[in-house]
């Protein structure tokens, strides 16, 4: 599979942004897709998951002002991120894995397939 996500951009403070991660070559209903996020001088950390075709999510701690969902008409992942703060600020990335390879979804484990990082901006 390959994944190919949405252009990130500069947005201002108490916003929201949807971002969103397409797959090709594949349908996504047989991947857990995940989105990360790496600020300058930090590590990167896993935000949301969803398992294709069965509608199961994983969202991180302290992570409340995000949501993640699946179109499967569409063959894509969505990370929804409300009230935008400066601190959001960083190169999100959507990742893959063969739900076949997990027991479980959650971002702490090793993702095979991943798309180009986007950039997002919060302005204050």
């Known amino acids: 599979v390959q994944l190919q996500a949405s252009e990130g951009g500069s947005v201002a403070a108490g916003g929201s942004l949807r971002l969103s991660c397409a797959g090709t070559g594949s349908t996504l209903r047989n991947y857990a897709v995940c989105w990360f996020r790496q600020a300058p001088g930090k590590e990167r950390e896993g935000l949301a998951c969803a398992a294709g075709g069965s509608g199961s999510t994983w969202l991180a701690d302290n992570k409340g002002r995000f949501d993640i969902s699946a179109d499967n008409a569409k063959n894509a992942v969505y990370l929804n991120i409300h009230s935008l703060k400066p601190e959001d600020s960083a190169v999100y990335y959507c990742?893959?894995?063969?739900?076949?390879?997990?027991?479980?979804?959650?971002?702490?484990?090793?993702?095979?397939?991943w798309g180009q990082g986007t950039q997002v901006t919060v302005s204050s």
């Open positions: 990742a893959a894995k063969d739900l076949d390879l997990m027991d479980h979804i959650d971002g702490s484990q090793e993702y095979d397939y």
